[in-house]
């Protein structure tokens, strides 16, 4: 079930016990954290998602990856697409588009039945920023209706087309329970680059939390997702749903919670 304003608030109260004081002050008034105010950066970064409910990473302590599709579903390519994750045993988080998953709800299927995570990326693939808060508002309740006639799931996160938007277009998607998801990292497979200049762009930024941008109906990403994945993985690095990478900053910040409390050894950050 999406999240609802309780939840979110029940955990506003943990975090306000972990960043008592000083760290609450810096919630309310976002400035850029410094050395001396006595809060980790990475840490301010993730408190800020939960306040804002913007996600644009996920915990930078932990090797972990969140490899994005949008645009989808595509009667051609994204079967290829599903092909290539199952065989490289990834679960990446695909941002679809309303019509395209009425056009095709046996692909949207697939992509759940192959564990991967099926997210909001509006019905009509507008620039939302440019909208009437109106439109904007249909647009994501017809896109989260459709995955829902397809899948019988109803999407926790919603992408905006292109990354147009802006506070107001923030605070509807909120209004409805969603965390808008950006990215970490944009290889720009959607100027069909050679695929030697994206393997460069993906490894160029790669880093842990990484949300990293791409789309369905791209062959070259095809192409360089094996090389990519199997490289990432010599170096420690784990595919994940950009739902798992929420989940886990949540548990960091009721860990550092309880930490801050007295209740566990480590503050954060790593580990299994």
């Not at 609802?4 to 960043?19: D, F, Q, R, S, Y």
């Not at 932990?62 to 490899?67: G, Q």
Request: glycine share 8%; charged share 20%; hydrophobic share 40%.
């Amino acid at each position: 079930m999406r999240w609802t304003a309780a939840i979110i608030g029940a955990l506003n109260v943990v975090l306000a016990v972990a960043v008592a004081g000083l760290w609450w002050r810096q919630l309310h008034q976002p400035v850029e954290p410094s050395a001396s105010d006595g809060v980790p950066y990475d840490v301010q970064q993730m408190l800020d998602q939960f306040r804002t409910y913007k996600m644009y990473h996920g915990n930078p302590a932990r090797k972990w990856i969140a490899l994005t599709f949008d645009d989808g579903p595509h009667p051609y390519h994204t079967p290829v697409l599903l092909k290539t994750l199952r065989q490289l045993h990834v679960r990446a988080t695909f941002f679809v588009v309303g019509r395209n998953v009425d056009r095709y709800p046996e692909l949207v299927r697939q992509m759940v039945e192959d564990g991967h995570g099926v997210e909001n990326h509006t019905y009509n693939h507008l620039r939302l920023s440019q909208m009437p808060l109106g439109i904007v508002h249909e647009e994501i309740e017809a896109g989260a209706a459709a995955i829902w006639r397809a899948t019988r799931r109803v999407p926790r996160f919603v992408r905006p087309p292109g990354g147009m938007t802006n506070h107001a277009v923030r605070q509807v998607a909120q209004f409805g329970g969603y965390v808008t998801v950006m990215w970490t990292d944009d290889p720009a497979d959607y100027e069909r680059p050679p695929v030697e200049t994206l393997r460069q762009r993906l490894f160029a930024h790669a880093r842990p939390g990484s949300i990293i941008l791409l789309h369905e109906k791209v062959p070259q990403t095809v192409q360089v997702l094996p090389e990519f994945v199997a490289e990432m993985r010599r170096r420690g690095y784990q595919c994940v749903t950009v739902e798992e990478m929420w989940k886990d900053m949540q548990r960091s910040v009721l860990q550092m919670a309880s930490y801050e409390r007295g209740g566990l050894p480590s503050p954060l950050l790593g580990g299994s």
